[in-house]
C-alpha cells in the first residue's frame, strides 16, 4: 500500500495525484496514458487505463 498526495494543478480547478514509481513500473504506465475515473460504492477512487483507441484517421 502507498500513500499518495493530491498537489495543486497549474489550472485551478485541478489537482495531480503521483503514481508512485514503484506501481507506475509494475503497471509499465508511462507519461500520457489515459485513465477512465470513476468512483465506487464506498467512495473509493478507481482509475482504469483507457484501452487502445482506435485509430481514427483513414
Known sequence: MEIVTAYQASQPDSLVVVIPKRVR??????????????????????????KKEANTNA
Do not use: C, N
Not at 468512483?39 to 483507457?50: F, Q, T
Open 25 to 50: 513500473e509494475k503497471l509499465k504506465i508511462t507519461k500520457g496514458k489515459r485513465f477512465i475515473v470513476k468512483i465506487d460504492e464506498k467512495d473509493r477512487i478507481i482509475y482504469e487505463p483507457v
